[in-house]
């Protein structure tokens, strides 16, 4: 019996809400606001991975990608953004 199934799409909720809460993040949250739009919500998927892949610069690489500068030209608020999604990740900020 072949124990090796095929990868499941994202469905595990809980990776679900923080897939959602990250992309509200890099959206901009503000009151009343739900959700993230769709450019947003698919800018998260790839910043998850970045963050989880390497650790030198993460912080900057999160916020370059943001903010869609080099990395380490990040303005504020997106370096401000990427330290939120490491902490939500549960990653350090380095
Ligand atoms: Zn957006
Ligand atoms: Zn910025």
Do not use: F
Request: proline share 5%; charged share 25%.
């Amino acid at each position: 019996m072949p124990t090796c199934t095929a990868p499941e799409p994202t469905t595990d909720p809980l990776d679900q809400i923080l897939h959602d809460e990250i992309a509200l993040v890099v959206c901009g949250r503000r009151e009343g606001k739900m959700r993230s739009c769709a450019r947003c919500d698919i800018k998260a998927r790839s910043l998850i991975q970045s963050a989880q892949a390497d650790r030198p610069k993460r912080t900057q690489r999160i916020a370059s990608m943001i903010c869609g500068s080099e990395v380490g030209g990040a303005c504020d608020a997106c370096n401000a953004k990427a330290k939120e999604i490491l902490q939500l990740l549960g990653l350090e900020t380095a």
